[in-house]
């Protein structure tokens, strides 16, 4: 069964032990951010509940974070199967869209604020990374724009700098589809309409923070996750559609051409991204429900929810792309968590002839422009998720001269700190001097056997293993 919308998901979080609430009044300039940093730090990676708060500052609206991507097994939840499964969910999603449909009302319509009636005060106002943001920060909104000449629309997720009563700085990525957007609009020299949806089912949110070929509807994927089709309500003051069960909606416009300071901001490499000339939201309705839960995410230094949630997407989405759109004998896909699931990307496959390796990685590198800075190819009998058994296959399947391929002239991640210093902006074209390496650790001939004990001795030693006066 899908989820009708956050709060029924909320609630099979609850059930499975999964959210923890707070019920201590927090202060969002400072605390919120430090206590969900601790529970990162301190949990292991399948142990950390979601959180939530129920008094964050003046906001009315509870909080919550880490649902999405607290844990691989919080993650799983949101696709409502088990950590195992999330690569078939995501398959299945992407081969069997579900087109949304329109219907007539929805929860997120009980309260209607227009124009001047608008004051996004009334929203946990949460800085992440305090005394190095300038100011708060909506994390997890679900944006929807439209292409300008075809009318299809695009849903992505891009943060916003909480700046006014009615204004939102908005930080859209150059390589991104609302970026197409955004110049189309300004080359036509209209505004761009878009609606902001905050809390809304799980499978919606990650539909919008994965990449799908331009045109795809995410919301048609978010359909193909759930297994039903997302209701769509119209907005009040622009030509877009929302989900009509979101807690929250905030319509309005991209004055045309006009830009100002946005960020600096803690980003998922673990640094502070420069910030730049962005545009701004102008804010001219809010819809949401009587008592709205508002939703968002952590990212910052790695491990954060972004990071995690970015590894098990982007894995699942290139081993697809790798596996069944391009036919390459991938068996496995991993973007390490501590190379903000981005720098790091790890591939097994069971090789048919030298050359593929090269051909996984142009795959990869295709698809996922920015990605796999260092790629790592390995065999199939290595787990690409334990770091021990990658770096041992480095260490003895290749060699640095004959087994590395650089590539220079690529775009780089756009947040990635190497590549200049922080006073040069973020679309700066001096940030684009990226290179990428592919170190090819399969087997490049027939190997020695390996050194270790016979299974049927250990598995002798494994029935007698209280003899030898273990527990
Ligand atoms: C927690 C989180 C925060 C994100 N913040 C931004 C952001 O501020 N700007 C941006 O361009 N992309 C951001 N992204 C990445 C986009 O959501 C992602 O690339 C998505 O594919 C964008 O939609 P699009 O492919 O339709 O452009 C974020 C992703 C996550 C998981
Ligand atoms: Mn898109």
Same mark, same amino acid.
């Given at each position: 069964?899908?989820?009708?919308?956050?709060?029924?998901?909320?609630?099979?979080?609850?059930?499975?032990?999964?959210?923890?609430?707070? /019920?201590?009044?927090?202060?969002?300039? $400072?605390?919120?951010?430090?206590?969900?940093?601790?529970?990162?730090?301190?949990?292991? $990676?399948?142990?950390?509940?979601?959180?939530?708060?129920?008094?964050?500052?003046?906001?009315?609206?509870?909080?919550? !974070?880490?649902?999405?991507?607290?844990?691989?097994?919080?993650?799983?939840?949101?696709?409502?199967? !088990?950590?195992?499964?999330?690569?078939?969910?995501?398959?299945?999603?992407?081969?069997?869209?579900?087109?949304?449909?329109?219907?007539?009302?929805?929860?997120?319509?009980?309260?209607?604020?227009?124009?001047?009636?608008?004051?996004?005060?009334?929203?946990?106002?949460?800085?992440?990374?305090? %005394?190095?943001?300038?100011?708060?920060?909506?994390?997890?909104?679900?944006?929807?724009?439209?292409?300008?000449?075809?009318?299809?629309?695009?849903?992505?997720?891009?943060?916003?700098?909480?700046?006014?009563?009615?204004?939102?700085?908005?930080?859209?990525?150059?390589?991104?589809?609302?970026?197409?957007?955004?110049?189309?609009?300004?080359?036509?020299?209209?505004?761009?309409?878009?609606?902001?949806?905050?809390?809304?089912? #799980?499978?919606?949110?990650?539909?919008?923070?994965?990449?799908?070929?331009?045109?795809?509807?995410?919301?048609?994927?978010?359909? %193909?996750?759930?297994?039903?089709?997302?209701?769509?309500?119209?907005?009040?003051?622009?030509?877009?559609?929302?989900?009509?069960?979101?807690?929250?909606?905030?319509?309005?416009?991209?004055?045309?051409?006009?830009?100002?300071?946005?960020?600096?901001?803690?980003?998922?490499?673990?640094?502070?991204?420069?910030?730049?000339?962005?545009?701004?939201?102008?804010?001219?309705?809010?819809?949401?429900?009587?008592?709205?839960?508002?939703?968002?995410?952590?990212?910052?230094?790695?491990?954060?929810?972004?990071?995690?949630?970015?590894?098990?997407?982007?894995?699942?989405?290139?081993?697809?792309?790798?596996?069944?759109?391009?036919?390459?004998?991938?068996?496995?896909?991993?973007?390490?968590?501590?190379?903000?699931?981005?720098?790091?990307?790890? !591939?097994?496959?069971?090789?048919?002839?030298?050359?593929?390796?090269?051909?996984?990685? $142009?795959?990869?590198?295709?698809?996922?422009?920015?990605?796999?800075?260092?790629?790592?190819?390995?065999?199939?009998?290595?787990?690409?998720?334990?770091?021990?058994?990658?770096?041992?296959?480095?260490?003895?399947?290749?060699?640095?001269?004959?087994?590395?391929?650089?590539?220079?002239?690529?775009? #780089?991640?756009?947040?990635?700190?190497?590549?200049? #210093? #922080? /006073? !040069?902006?973020?679309?700066?074209?001096?940030?684009?001097?990226?290179?990428?390496?592919?170190?090819?650790?399969?087997?490049?001939?027939?190997?020695?056997?390996?050194?270790?004990?016979?299974?049927?001795?250990?598995?002798?030693?494994?029935?007698?293993?209280?003899?030898?006066?273990?527990?």
């Amino acid at each position: 069964m899908a989820y009708s919308d956050l709060q029924d998901y909320l609630r099979c979080l609850e059930t499975s032990g999964k959210l923890h609430w707070v /019920d201590k009044p927090v202060d969002p300039s $400072w605390e919120v951010s430090a206590v969900t940093r601790h529970l990162f730090d301190g949990y292991g $990676w399948n142990d950390r509940p979601a959180l939530g708060f129920r008094h964050a500052g003046d906001s009315p609206f509870p909080l919550v !974070i880490g649902i999405i991507g607290g844990s691989p097994m919080i993650y799983a939840l949101a696709l409502s199967t !088990i950590p195992e499964k999330i690569p078939e969910v995501w398959e299945k999603g992407q081969r069997h869209p579900i087109d949304p449909v329109a219907v007539q009302s929805g929860l997120c319509k009980e309260i209607i604020a227009r124009g001047a009636e608008v004051d996004l005060g009334i929203l946990p106002q949460v800085v992440w990374t305090p %005394g190095q943001d300038p100011g708060p920060y909506i994390t997890a909104p679900v944006i929807i724009t439209k292409d300008v000449e075809t009318g299809r629309r695009n849903v992505g997720t891009y943060r916003l700098q909480i700046k006014g009563p009615r204004q939102l700085g908005l930080y859209v990525g150059a390589a991104q589809h609302a970026a197409k957007h955004i110049r189309q609009y300004e080359a036509q020299k209209q505004d761009m309409p878009l609606a902001i949806a905050i809390g809304v089912d #799980p499978t919606i949110v990650l539909a919008s923070i994965s990449k799908f070929p331009y045109g795809t509807d995410e919301l048609s994927v978010a359909g %193909g996750l759930r297994g039903e089709p997302v209701p769509l309500v119209r907005c009040e003051t622009v030509d877009l559609d929302v989900p009509a069960n979101a807690e929250i909606v905030i319509e309005g416009f991209l004055r045309c051409g006009y830009r100002e300071q946005e960020g600096p901001f803690g980003e998922f490499s673990g640094y502070m991204s420069p910030g730049g000339q962005q545009p701004v939201v102008e804010v001219t309705c809010m819809t949401r429900r009587r008592a709205p839960v508002y939703h968002s995410f952590l990212s910052q230094m790695p491990p954060s929810e972004s990071s995690c949630i970015r590894s098990l997407s982007r894995s699942a989405a290139l081993f697809h792309h790798l596996r069944h759109v391009i036919g390459l004998p991938v068996r496995d896909v991993h973007f390490t968590e501590s190379g903000g699931a981005s720098s790091m990307l790890v !591939i097994s496959m069971t090789k048919e002839y030298p050359e593929q390796v090269k051909e996984v990685a $142009w795959g990869a590198w295709s698809l996922m422009n920015k990605e796999g800075k260092f790629t790592v190819v390995v065999d199939d009998d290595i787990d690409v998720r334990n770091p021990f058994q990658v770096e041992w296959a480095m260490s003895f399947r290749a060699q640095p001269e004959r087994d590395t391929f650089l590539v220079d002239g690529v775009v #780089p991640s756009g947040v990635d700190p190497s590549t200049a #210093p #922080p /006073d !040069i902006p973020q679309h700066d074209p001096r940030r684009r001097a990226g290179s990428k390496i592919l170190i090819d650790a399969t087997r490049k001939h027939p190997y020695p056997p390996a050194a270790r004990v016979p299974k049927k001795y250990l598995d002798a030693v494994q029935k007698k293993w209280s003899e030898y006066g273990f527990k």
